[in-house]
Nanobody, 123 residues
């Protein structure tokens, strides 16, 4: 079983940048597809980005393409989400998750989640 812990959230002005990190426990980190999701108040937890095990292929929600970049460092058991050109609509709690799925773009494909980190973008 893998345990996940996000960090790096905070308050930023529109147009600014943040980098989120997600540290994972366990020796099998490299065997998981990893992803970021976000949940705004009163809304569902939505897919943001995923990075596949093996070849590190990446997938993004249309709303963040060109602004966010997901990456992973298997030696550090960590994934990252670099967020640039942030908008007020990016405000949400951001969660990282681990998936046995090869693609990992659907919430139902994820088995383990972190506790989340708040990102607030002011206008």
């Amino acid at each position: 079983q893998v345990q996940l812990a996000e960090s790096g959230g905070g308050l930023v002005q529109a147009g600014g940048s943040l980098r989120l990190s997600c540290a994972a426990s366990g020796r099998t980190f490299s065997s998981y597809t990893m992803g970021w999701f976000r949940q705004a108040p009163g809304k569902e937890r939505d897919f943001v980005a995923a990075i596949r095990r093996g070849d590190f292929s990446t997938y993004y929600a249309d709303s963040v393409k060109g602004r966010f970049t997901i990456s992973r460092d298997n030696a550090k058991n960590t994934i990252y989400l670099q967020m640039t050109s942030l908008k007020p609509e990016d405000t949400a709690v951001y969660y990282c998750g681990s998936s046995d799925s090869y693609y990992g773009t659907e919430r139902a494909q994820y088995d383990h989640w972190g506790q989340g980190t708040q990102v607030t973008v002011s206008s």
